[in-house]
């Protein structure tokens, strides 16, 4: 570990030499130079694989048996459908051809069955690449005439605005160039940076962070200083609950995908988590150590991700600048915290808080219908499912397993019954990268249980099932 350590800067400098050097080599070989595609070659549509083996008519046929297209006609037609654009080319590779070759015509038509274009050619076995006017189609047609019985396979088919221009050869030959200049040139600098400076200070930003944030989180005693320690957190855990809502609610009404509506959702995120840094305050703030791997892997992450902001324009930009103030912010804060993992347990209490909207608006205004995944408060299955798995989670580890303590026994029921309208709701999701870790930390907590079997004896374990499996069918209903 300790070599690795020495070998930081020199890992992470020829990492970042590699993607400039195949960056570079990419838009080399397609002969453009664009921060936002490097490899641009226009646009492609492929074929989908299904039409490659579906029959259309009776004069060619597709035999699985040979896997392999056969004219059983002396006017053999294989129609294929286009996608909108102004497709030049069309890239067909062949296999098992008989004869090595085929005397074939290409007929373009538009969406009125017009006729647009017509051309002559031979298809090989291997590479065929046709080139066409500037005419825009709908669909086409492999027309094979007096060659009943001859039979072809096909790879694929692209269609492309330009024709593939890459090359292994050029792209090797212009990424061992590009990666041998961008050593010799940062290495020249840096050589001539530390003779005149000394050694690279990166530590230097994070102090000068750490020190805006010392400033701006005295106000942490304006806010929090007139609270008890369980106040706090409450308000803490209900900041995390709010932050978990707002995300649901701006999926629900369709803000997430809107540019428009995206900087006041990201302004309203960065005020709730400065708020919650806040509300850490538990007296004089002092600078965090900060000088470790962790952080300047995580601080120069966001650093690049704000320059590529002035670089190429993005969806949903920012993202460095929300990461390394506001996120910065709170760790700083969190860092000076004497019990670090109570925000870890407010966090998870937001998360259980969050649920219950959840799971009413799931259940009054999100039906479920069967042979569909689920999508709940979100717009894809996957992003309601992986809030699902943070919910179960939050509720599995605030089991206690106390049978005699009352208040512990009916807290427990609650979060058993919320265990299982969330393991519904999760499986209707079918995400199988959440319903797979849900389930392995299920039986995760079984071991705890049966580690407190004589506690629990039959009557808890039978209570607990009957609880869970009351959530599942009240979730169920809707």
Not at 51 to 67: C, E, K, R
Not at 153 to 169: A, N, T, V, Y
Not at 430 to 451: E, K, N
Request: one cysteine or more.
């Amino acid at each position: 570990m300790q070599r690795i350590d020495r070998l930081y800067g020199k890992i992470a400098w020829t990492l970042i030499g590699i993607c400039f050097a195949i960056a570079g080599s990419l838009m080399f070989s397609c002969g453009t130079f664009h921060l936002e595609r490097f490899y641009d070659v226009g646009e492609v549509y492929d074929i989908p694989r299904n039409d490659l083996t579906q029959n259309g008519n009776d004069t060619m046929v597709y035999d699985a048996a040979i896997q392999a297209w056969r004219a059983t006609g002396e006017c053999a037609v294989k129609t294929f459908v286009a996608s909108s654009g102004k497709w030049r080319y069309i890239d067909m590779p062949l296999s098992r051809v008989d004869g090595g070759s085929l005397d074939a015509s290409i007929l373009c038509y538009d969406p009125e069955n017009v006729l647009l274009y017509q051309m002559e050619t031979v298809l090989l076995e291997g590479q065929n690449l046709l080139s066409l006017p500037d005419v825009k189609y709908s669909r086409f047609d492999i027309v094979l005439l007096n060659q009943a019985g001859v039979s072809f396979s096909i790879d694929r088919i692209q269609l492309r605005e330009q024709p593939p221009s890459f090359s292994k050869s050029r792209f090797v030959i212009a990424f061992l160039l590009l990666l041998a200049a961008f050593f010799l040139v940062t290495g020249i600098l840096s050589v001539c940076y530390q003779k005149a400076f000394g050694p690279l200070p990166w530590y230097t930003l994070a102090y000068l962070l750490q020190t805006g944030f010392l400033y701006v989180g005295r106000m942490g005693r304006l806010c929090a200083g007139g609270f008890s320690a369980k106040t706090k957190a409450r308000i803490r855990s209900g900041l995390f609950c709010v932050l978990f809502l707002l995300v649901q609610a701006a999926f629900v009404l369709g803000f997430y995908g809107s540019n428009d509506w995206y900087r006041y959702l990201a302004l309203g995120y960065v005020l709730i988590i400065v708020v919650i840094a806040l509300f850490c305050w538990e007296g004089a703030l002092s600078y965090r150590n900060w000088n470790n791997k962790l952080v300047a892997s995580w601080l120069w992450l966001w650093i690049l991700s704000m320059i590529s902001d002035f670089m190429v324009k993005k969806k949903y930009p920012y993202t460095g600048y929300i990461m390394v103030f506001a996120f910065g912010f709170l760790f700083f804060m969190w860092g000076n915290m004497k019990r670090k993992e109570q925000m870890l347990a407010d966090f998870l209490r937001g998360i259980r808080w969050s649920f219950w909207p959840n799971a009413a608006f799931c259940l009054l205004f999100r039906p479920y219908l069967p042979g569909y995944r689920y999508l709940g408060t979100a717009f894809r299955p996957g992003y309601f499912a992986m809030y699902l798995l943070f919910a179960w989670l939050a509720f599995l580890v605030d089991v206690d397993f106390s049978f005699k303590d009352k208040a512990s026994l009916r807290k427990d029921l609650l979060d058993i019954f919320a265990l299982g309208m969330c393991g519904l709701l999760l499986w209707r999701t079918q995400s199988i990268s959440s319903i797979l870790p849900a389930a392995l930390a299920a039986l995760i907590v079984c071991f705890r249980l049966f580690r407190k079997r004589k506690r629990a004896r039959f009557l808890g374990f039978a209570l607990y099932l009957f609880v869970f499996a009351a959530g599942y069918a009240a979730n169920g209903y809707g």
